[in-house]
């Protein structure tokens, strides 16, 4: 089974903002796959299951916030017995350029916190998979944090959906190719363009 986790933070207030676009993909995921999330109370998550390109999975959207991603996977992982290799994690990246995405199979937390708690709550792993998706240019310095908790502006709104398509269409080719496949067609990839 393989848990594909989008980070983000529950509430209306934060819906449309630029943090939680983990949150957005796995909901597009959902709507194509007619797939439904349910709050589990345990796991302080919603979660949907199903099978898709042949290979079991669990999508979960984190309802700790952000900043206590991990304690809410580290719960999931316990109780279905997945180990952390057979994680992937979708969420926001100020370093990358809105527009961009990139998938990596480990690494550091790049100072975002949703990833500083999953490898804290996992005993300092940092080898699960990740899709970064880009909200930058960093703003830089305290403009930082408000930055990531604003909505997306106008023109980003218009580019949205095929974002989140290609996310979801990312996804596919990591279910059903691995992520290095994965890796070859999305990392140079420039939706804007």
């Given at each position: 089974m393989k848990v594909i986790a989008g980070l983000g933070n529950p509430g209306k207030e934060y819906s449309c903002t630029r943090h939680n676009i983990g949150f957005m993909v796995v909901e597009k995921f959902m709507q194509k796959y007619d797939i439904s999330l349910k709050k589990e109370s345990k796991f302080n998550s919603s979660i949907g299951r199903s099978i898709v390109n042949n290979t079991n999975i669990l999508l979960v959207q984190p309802l700790t916030y952000m900043n206590l991603s991990g304690t809410a996977?580290?719960?999931?992982?316990?109780?279905?017995?997945?180990?952390?290799?057979?994680?992937?994690?979708?969420f926001d990246d100020i370093n990358l350029d809105f527009g961009r995405i990139r998938f990596r199979n480990a690494g550091s937390d790049g100072g975002h916190n949703g990833i500083k708690s999953i490898i804290e709550c996992f005993g300092g792993a940092k080898n699960f998979a990740r899709i970064k998706i880009g909200v930058g240019p960093d703003p830089g310095g305290a403009a930082r944090k408000n930055y990531v908790l604003q909505n997306f502006v106008k023109k980003e709104i218009k580019v949205l959906p095929k974002i989140l398509d290609i996310c979801v269409n990312s996804l596919e080719v990591f279910l059903s190719e691995g992520i290095s496949a994965a890796c070859n067609k999305f990392n140079g990839l420039n939706i804007l363009e």
């Open positions: 996977l580290v719960k999931i992982a316990h109780w279905y017995k997945i180990p952390v290799e057979d994680i992937l994690v979708i």
